[in-house]
């Protein structure tokens, strides 16, 4: 099973990493970090550097798309080779998924009109604007379209997509073995349970 995974300049690691380490799991997968011009490509704060080893071109379809999010896929939004590619792909594809801002990608290049879908809270009108019905669930499956909404949800679609491709057994047993357990000395991970002040305090950085 090939899965596609797109980098570009600007991309939130997680968003990319989360799912790989998930899918890369799944018996007979080849998971493969791809961009329109192969070579490193860095992340949204410039400390991490991740390389494609290979053209988007060459990879023109996958079984399963992963399209991450990050501050780049603003401009991607606007960059006709990339939604040329990913329209492409999804016309063959078994699955399409986004992680955050990913799924501006999706909706720019018009698979997300009329579906329920998701993204980082931050942008949910913007995902309206593009066609979409924007939903504050943390996984959307939508037929074979499934996005996912910030960063570390990225990890909950990878096993929602690994269950649905290889059984729940199998996907437990990845959970397990990446010992994904989450217990976080916080309750402020969505916008319902932060308070003002953290909001107002995400928005800055953000």
Same mark, same amino acid.
């Given at each position: 099973?090939?899965?596609?995974?797109?980098?570009?300049?600007?991309?939130?690691?997680?968003?990319?990493?989360?799912?790989?380490?998930?899918?890369?799991r799944l018996p007979g997968a080849r998971v493969e970090f791809a961009a329109l011009e192969p070579g490193v490509?860095?992340?949204?704060?410039?400390?991490?550097?991740?390389?494609?080893?290979?053209?988007?071109?060459?990879?023109?379809?996958?079984?399963?798309? #992963?399209?991450? %999010?990050?501050?780049? &896929?603003? +401009?991607?939004?606007?960059?006709?080779?990339?939604? !040329?590619?990913?329209?492409? *792909?999804?016309?063959?594809?078994?699955?399409?998924?986004?992680?955050?801002?990913?799924?501006?990608?999706?909706?720019?290049?018009?698979?997300?009109?009329?579906?329920?879908?998701?993204?980082?809270?931050?942008?949910m009108d913007t995902l309206g604007r593009l066609g979409a019905v924007p939903v504050t669930r943390r996984v #959307?499956?939508? %037929?074979?379209?499934? &996005?996912? +909404?910030?960063?570390?949800?990225?990890?909950?679609? !990878?096993?929602?997509?690994? *269950?649905?491709?290889?059984?729940?057994?199998?996907?437990?047993?990845?959970?397990?073995?990446?010992?994904?357990?989450?217990?976080?000395?916080?309750?402020?991970?969505?916008?319902?349970?932060?308070?003002?002040?953290?909001?107002?305090?995400?928005?800055?950085?953000?």
């Amino acid at each position: 099973m090939d899965i596609a995974i797109p980098i570009f300049d600007g991309l939130t690691a997680l968003d990319a990493v989360g799912p790989y380490e998930v899918l890369s799991r799944l018996p007979g997968a080849r998971v493969e970090f791809a961009a329109l011009e192969p070579g490193v490509k860095r992340t949204d704060n410039g400390m991490l550097a991740l390389t494609a080893d290979r053209a988007l071109d060459d990879l023109p379809h996958p079984e399963v798309i #992963v399209m991450p %999010g990050g501050l780049g &896929t603003r +401009a991607l939004m606007h960059d006709e080779r990339m939604l !040329a590619w990913v329209r492409g *792909a999804h016309a063959k594809s078994t699955w399409t998924t986004s992680v955050c801002t990913g799924s501006l990608v999706l909706g720019a290049a018009g698979i997300l009109d009329g579906l329920e879908a998701t993204t980082h809270w931050a942008v949910m009108d913007t995902l309206g604007r593009l066609g979409a019905v924007p939903v504050t669930r943390r996984v #959307v499956e939508q %037929g074979k379209v499934i &996005t996912a +909404a910030g960063v570390s949800s990225g990890i909950d679609m !990878a096993l929602t997509l690994a *269950a649905r491709i290889a059984g729940e057994d199998v996907a437990r047993a990845i959970q397990l073995a990446i010992e994904y357990d989450p217990e976080p000395p916080f309750d402020s991970g969505s916008i319902a349970k932060a308070s003002p002040a953290v909001l107002e305090l995400a928005r800055q950085r953000a």
